[in-house]
């Protein structure tokens, strides 16, 4: 309705309600009514224009929409347009109904370059095109923007060789998937999606046609699913003609059948059921496949899982070759919130390599242990337990090795630790090590190593002090423990013989005593006894004899035992500090400060060679010489040092 009827009508309706008096003034706010809709017309085209910083002909006031091209790379913010506001009037009042802005919320869009078409309502955007509206963002080089039907279509471009770039990006919450053209509608929400590939769960979904439904369903026609890393080209998928994607729940299909290297296999069901969520259930682990020299092709990693509870779980995996090679492994992970997290591995493997009767036949059984726990150190802020064990058998990683890096490692080791604070005074640690090398076969083992100290305790001070502190009261004992026990031997060995022979085990007990006393307010005078004493069940006597044949050698008996040893020492020194400074009365350098400390002191430590104390002895060697020797030279801590 224009300005001339809607002047006609109220003026109608004034002169049949014979409100003559008011006439007047009736017209009058009419015509400025008129001239200020004129004016709000206009100013509201401007403001259109404006805001998506475009510069516009002058005809655009005059109600003529031309196309705009622009081509800079400021983003452009699009409102809500109204279209066709329409005035109503009846003889009464006057009534302005503007229609529904038709999108939610604002389209934020950038480009290189772009184009506007204002009589289509429609938005071309080229090179590096990106769009958000609300939670969904879409890229690509080429893209189309219709306000009208509210859609966009999004495709990439080719370049001078032919290739393709800038393919669509589409992204919405936490669904991302890339396409070769996407058609999407902003206000059903619905869209479809050309040759998309898309992660979903544990694998890969690739669509040749997908529609995508409001509830973020898709509808998939001619697709495939696997979980090899290859999403390109896979080595194996399972193929079928239709599905369902119902997100974080499932993937239905029609008639399946599987694919290995593009070649159909008769490996084929009427439908396929697919596990399609982020959170852990329960259900079948689908393998992989894998081609090993010597070995033969088999599928890996095969099995199921079972989510036992939010706090463990369990998956039982194993591998099958055509030559005979097979395994069996059983992982665990456990976690308890502001407690304790690990988790555990278990494997077994037979593995076969070769023709049975040939050289190169090899038929071996390998396996491996690994357990990982942390604590968290918030559950017990006095003690502390942890392990990182990872034990295997020599030729495992060479056979079921699934990287570079674990093929070539050779060494590896093992830890189990577990520290405390008992009482005030004392720190109590124990240790359990474990470390093996493939290239030799050897292993070496700590079980276990236990260390137990103390802080320094001062048994003559007063708990109460008054005055000055005496002399004694400044003696502090500390005392330290430390046990261990060694096996090194071959990784064949380790369970075929006893361990006792081979063990290498012993304790040892450490206490210094230490005092220090001012004397003449300038000296200080430090006296310390330290005392050592070692056990160990076993010692050494070494000793010339002769066979039959009068060939003479050196014999070591092992005594198996009880033995304890010691030793001590004492020393004490005095010290003092002076100061002094030399001036110079001329030139740059002021003075130069000096300090001396001198000392005088001794330490006492007595002959434990002495036959006395029983530590040493002596030998004929073959030669007819005297060789002097410790009971305990190759134990552990060895023994008290020779000599005074």
Partial sequence: MNGKNVFDTILTSLIRRKKMKTTFFSLFFVLIFLFCSNTLNVKAQTEVIQKDTVSLPSD???????????????????????????????????????????????????SDSSTLNMRERKAYLYGSADVTYGKINLTSAYMEIDFEQKTVYATGLKDSTGKEYGLPVFKEGETTFSAEKITYNFDTKKGLVYNVVTKEGEGYLHG??????????????????????????????????????????????????????????PLALPFGWFPNMDKRRSGIVIPSINQR??????????????????????????????????????ESRYAKRYKFNGNVLLSYAKNIKGDQGTSD????????????????????????????????????????????????????????AYSTKLGSYFNFSANAGYTQNTSNKTISLTLPKISLSSTQIYPFRRKKRIGAMKWYENINITYTMNAENKISTLDSMLLKEPLYPKMNYGMKHTIPI?????????????????????????????????????????????????????????????????????????????????????SVGFSFHPDFGDPFWGNYDTYEDVNGNEVRYSHYQNLLYGGPSDGM
Avoid at 228 to 234: I, M, T
Avoid at 367 to 396: L, M
Avoid at 546 to 557: E, Q, Y
Avoid at 574 to 586: R, V
Wanted: aromatic letters at 14%; proline letters at 3%; charged letters at 25%.
């Fill in 60 to 110: 655009v006031t005059k109600g003529s929409f031309q196309d705009i091209s622009i081509s800079n790379d400021s983003v452009l913010l699009i409102d809500s347009l109204p279209v066709n506001d329409t005035l109503y009037v009846d003889a009464d009042s006057v009534v302005v109904e503007e229609e529904k802005e038709f999108l939610e919320t604002k389209v934020v869009r950038s």
């Fill in 208 to 265: 040749t046609v997908v529609k995508k439904l409001e509830d973020d369903a898709m509808f998939i026609k001619d697709g495939w699913f696997t979980t090899c890393d290859h999403v390109d080209h896979p080595h194996f998928a399972f193929k079928f003609g239709k599905a369902k994607v119902i997100p974080d729940d499932k993937i239905v299909t029609g008639p399946v059948y599987m694919m290995i290297e593009d070649i159909p296999t």
């Fill in 293 to 330: 020299t010597g070995i033969g092709f088999g599928l890996e990693k095969g099995g199921y899982y079972w989510y036992i509870n939010d706090n463990v779980d369990l998956k039982l995996t194993g591998d099958i070759f055509t030559r005979g090679s097979w395994a069996l492994q059983t």
């Fill in 361 to 416: 036949y090899f038929n071996e059984s390998n396996y491996r242990i690994v357990w990982q726990h942390q604590q968290d150190p918030k559950a017990r802020p006095n003690s502390r337990f942890s392990a990182n064990v990872n034990i295997q058998s020599s030729n495992y990683q060479k056979f079921n090795s699934v990287s570079t890096n674990d093929y070539l490692t050779t060494s590896y080791s093992s830890s189990i």
């Fill in 514 to 598: 230490r005092s220090s006393v001012k004397v003449l307010k300038f000296l200080n005078w430090n006296n310390s006894i330290n005392y050592t004493e070692y056990w160990y069940g076993r010692s050494f006597n070494k000793q010339l004899i002769a066979d039959t044949d009068s060939t003479k050698m050196v014999k070591t008996d092992t005594l198996n035992h009880f033995y304890s040893t010691r030793e001590f020492s004492l020393s004490s020194d005095l010290s003092t500090t002076l100061y002094g400074i030399f001036a110079f009365k001329k030139g740059a350098l002021q003075a130069v400060r000096h300090v001396l400390k001198p």
